[in-house]
């Protein structure tokens, strides 16, 4: 090991030219691979999943158990690599959720769903569909529609040029549309009318169904020319509808308008919609594809809504984004970006203050090391197929990183005291004496990291990018010393006598030798200092508590808000309102929108019992009434505490959707249980009794928030 060090000292001494040009080319592939590299805010968390969602329109939650779920879940049951089947029947909705074992291809595991899709029985005119490409982690933008048109006419806008836009978008799976009522066109039918004709519902809805497409005909000649035929039949307005034959009678064809009348309708609204307190607004959820660059994707959607608003749109319609998870990570990023520097600074100043002012170039050097070390980080994130996290960078410490080369700094500025020169032997010499212990240190090192690469499921996709993190910059940090090291060599004194610094340091090293030998001579002394200090490190510790996964700041509240399961639709929104009004009384409050039921897609499973509030706060810097979540938090509850009926769970938004995906629950921890069907009529009353009752001694914890629902839905 010496004689390599040894070795490759000297090449950088004897052939600079081609050293540089492979130092310089390095750096650029590696500055390149960094600023490629998207800093994610969250690691993504959650398994393999895939959803399997079902509507059947009309159907209480036992039917649709009983039709629906049962035969998707003996279908679905015993796909390769599945781990865990859970299944939720509500009104009109059946959702099973499947996940997989890491191993598993999230695109093979969707192949595999779908195959297995097409062996269920199911009723006449229901079919199963996959969910989005996405993940948890997906919803990366959201925006509402704004305009003087009526808000049926901006559901079609939302659902018929809208979603097609954004679909184009490469990173994009899909567009949630929430909100708004569905328009649709309705035949009134005269009951005595069908009856004098011998007509029923069905025929003519047969009839309708049958008449509604065009057909191709044959080519008529006529001279030189030739015209195609064909029939146009499908209704493109009601009043293409009012003239659609339905049967004929002696050879007189009946229409509608003999039968009743055609006017527009909407569908039974299964959701709704506030914006910053108008009550029913267009709302669009946008998910990106699994495995998409946030950031690209995100400028994409910005250029196309302008483009949109610009010149496509209807005159006064506008697309207003609320959600953009550009602004989080370029958050993240700052933060990344002001500890690098700020632990460069910091090197420099120590090291400066402990080697002294005239060795400045070499503590420049292996401050220089820092950057470096994280660029090769990037490369190993990069090369492990991770992408880089706050957890994982915040993780790099970097006095790990620079300490080999500390220690070849301090030796090569010993040895050029030491003989009064600073010639390439003696920096040769006195580096690769040093560095050979110290990489066996470094190594040391990077054996105890290896255990947690073997982590698997949610432990291992937080901590192994935090781990390659950390044994990439290890390494970078070594490949650092000695490239840096000899470099700054080049640039320090033959000669330099002690500075102010060196005396500083002395004083405090005397200061230290006088207390110790304080302690030493006096054991009673001694032993009182022991143990206060385990005192107060064991009062530390114990206050300190325990955490899984840090708490980060998204900058938004998301309130989610559970009433009685029978509540109306109409209640539900004027409880939206109530909750915005008393939250903007929070000055740092910029948007508040309200999600009351479930999207028409069925992509989420929620009654009008449930109303969803995402809260918007200033930038972190401008905050005045808070400094942290948890005090935004704190102030919520406060300004919503009046509110009787009703609990609340208060998180983020990428939080919740991480909780609700890992376990299933709308909650950071959760429990439930259950009875048979036979008894749940009659223990129902006792089981509520109980569940209040945990309530309450959970709420004497360190919550947020807990509460007990019943779940009238088939699991």
Known sequence: MTKFIEWLIEFQRRKPILFFALLFSFLGWGMYVALQSEIEAFPELTNVQVQVITQYPGKASEEVERKITVPLEVATNGLPGLMNQRSLSIFGLSVITLTFEDKVESKQARI?????????????????SLSPDSTPLGEIFRYTLKGDLPVDEMRLIEDWRLEREFKSIPGVADVVSFGGPVRTIEVKLDIPRLKAFGLSVSSVAQALGQNHANAGGSIIRHGDESYIVRSIGLYESPESLVQAVVATQKGIPIRIRDLGSVHFGTQPRLGQVAFNGNDDVVEGIILMRKGADTVETCEQIREKIAKLNDSVLPKGVQVIPYYDRTDLIERSSHTVFHNVIMGIFLVCVVLILGLGLAYWPISLGVAAIIPFALMIAFV????????????????????????????????????????????????????????????????????????????????????????????????????????????????????????????????????????????????????????????????????????????????????????????????????????????????EVVDTVSQVGRP???????????????????????????????????????????????????????????????????????????????????????????????????????????????NFASP
């Open 112 to 128: 595999d769903v779908a195959q297995r899709l097409n062996d269920a029985e199911l009723p006449e005119g229901v079919k199963a």
């Open 380 to 587: 190993g994130m990069r090369w492990a197929g991770y992408a880089p996290n706050l957890i994982s960078l915040g993780a790099v410490d970097f006095g790990i990183i620079v300490e080999t080369a500390i220690f070849a700094a301090e030796a090569v500025i010993v040895a050029i005291a030491a003989r009064g020169s600073k010639q390439p032997p003696v920096v040769k010499q006195s580096i690769a004496e040093v560095l050979q212990p110290a990489f066996l240190c470094a190594l040391l090192l990077l054996i105890a990291f290896v255990p947690i690469l073997s982590l698997q499921q949610v432990e291992g996709r937080i901590f192994k990018p935090l781990g390659i993190t950390l044994i990439s910059a290890l390494l970078g940090g070594q490949l650092g010393a000695l490239i840096f090291v000899p470099l700054a060599a080049a640039f320090l004194p033959a000669q330099a006598g002690a500075d102010k610094t060196e005396h500083f340091f002395a004083w405090i090293l005397m200061r230290c030798e006088i207390a110790v030998r304080s302690l030493i001579n006096t054991p009673a002394l001694f032993a009182k200092s022991v143990v206060f200090f385990l005192v107060v490190l064991g009062l530390l510790v114990w206050g300190l508590g325990r955490e899984f996964l840090p708490q980060f700041n998204e900058g938004s509240l998301y309130i989610r808000t559970t009433a009685p399961q029978t509540i109306a639709r109409e209640a539900s929104v004027a409880l939206a309102k109530r909750i915005h009004d008393r939250l903007k009384t929070i000055p």
């Open 600 to 710: 028409d897609d069925g992509t989420d499973v929620n009654g009008f019992d449930n109303i969803e509030t995402l809260v918007s706060l200033k930038d972190p810097h401008d905050w005045q009434s808070a400094r942290t979540i948890d005090g935004f938090v704190a102030l919520a509850q406060n300004a919503l505490k009046d509110i009787a009926g009703v609990s609340f769970n208060f998180s983020q938004p990428i939080k919740d959707n991480v909780d609700e995906a890992v376990r299933g629950s709308k909650g950071s921890l959760w429990s439930s249980y259950s009875g048979r069907t036979s008894r749940s009529s009659r223990d129902s009353p006792v089981r509520s009794r109980r569940s209040s009752g945990l309530s309450r001694e959970l709420m004497t914890w360190e919550t947020n928030s807990c509460w007990a629902s019943r």
